[in-house]
């Protein structure tokens, strides 16, 4: 399939998800000008399919009411995307996991043999874990009533343990679930007040009530995670510190801690020593990171940082002598 005959497809499809949209809305979707959506629609309209231009205020381009079209065909790509391993964890989560593979199955069995054959292919060849190897799985036990809040539209009362250990009861107006690697949270907001992100793991109760959720105008939650994934980022703690490493350890280094960022890393000098820009979020993460290297690493900036990994290293060996 050319890309204009791919770009046609994708019209089509747009407009029986949508039912109507503008000219500008097809361009922004598709990445093309809003003169190229035009020459589409002439081309759409003369190979016999019923597209039609709204005008004025609120128009648009739209097909009948009732129109659906047979698609015969779908490219690699699109082929890969839907028949990777879906996070089959997460997809427990949700209690979708039978439907999840059902829908596939069904999906499969329409393709035509070339297809399916492309769609096995894939399956047998790639798989998605995102669960981590040392952390254990965290409790979702409300994770469906909040679901079902969610899905319905309606207010939640919770019960959520705070930093402190300590638990306070709120009623939020919960506006969607982000997984995160295999971490769930809920978006939420009090009445009045700006979405906030709640760890599921921490919440003790949960209670779906009668009330309607009130959901802002025009929130999007994949723009809300990722503006406020950003900001939670940018005011991270950070403490730069440069160390002198041997060669050897460089591959350790970059994974051996969640809080450390290899950022920049000499040449090797002649006897295999580095010189290495590590970020840290706290001062003590950096001191247990160097001291879990032993002799292999020294600290060269800060030199408070030296004074304390000193004083630990005393520590421990007052303690084994």
Excluded at 70 to 82: D, F, K, Y
Aim: aromatic share 8%.
């Amino acid at each position: 399939m050319d890309m204009r005959a791919d770009r046609l497809l994708s019209i089509l499809l747009l407009l029986q998800i949508h039912g109507q949209m503008t000219s500008r809305e097809l361009a922004r979707r598709l990445e093309v000008s809003e003169r190229t959506i035009h020459r589409d629609m002439e081309a759409l309209s003369a190979s016999g399919v019923p597209v039609m231009a709204e005008r004025g205020a609120g128009g648009g381009w739209a097909l009948p009411e009732g129109y659906q079209t047979n698609l015969t065909g779908l490219n690699a790509p699109e082929i890969q995307s839907l028949f990777f391993h879906r996070p089959l964890r997460m997809m427990a989560d949700l209690g979708l996991a039978d439907a999840a593979e059902g829908a596939l199955t069904k999906l499969l069995a329409t393709l035509p043999p070339d297809s399916r054959r492309t769609a096995e292919y894939i399956r047998q060849r790639i798989h998605v874990d995102m669960a981590g190897w040392q952390r254990g799985g965290e409790s979702v036990e409300f994770l469906p009533v909040l679901q079902e809040a969610v899905w319905h539209d309606r207010q939640v009362r919770i019960l959520y343990q705070k930093n402190d250990g300590t638990a306070s009861e709120r009623v939020l107006n919960p506006l969607g679930l982000v997984a995160k690697g295999s971490v769930w949270y809920l978006v939420a907001a009090a009445s009045g007040g700006e979405p906030r992100t709640y760890r599921v793991s921490r919440v003790q109760g949960a209670e779906v009530l009668d009330a309607p959720c009130e959901r802002p105008a025009g929130f999007d939650l994949a723009k809300h995670w990722g503006q406020s994934s950003a900001e939670f980022v940018a005011q991270l703690p950070r403490f730069q510190v440069v160390l002198r490493a041997k060669e050897s350890i460089l591959q350790r280094m970059r994974w051996a801690s969640r809080w450390s960022q290899v950022e920049q890393v000499s040449p090797a000098d002649e006897v295999g020593w580095c010189e290495v820009a590590v970020r840290f979020e706290e001062e003590w993460n950096a001191v247990e990171f160097v001291l879990s290297f032993g002799g292999d690493v020294e600290v060269l900036s800060p030199s408070s940082l030296r004074d304390k990994v000193l004083d630990a290293a005393r520590a421990v060996v007052a303690v084994y002598s």
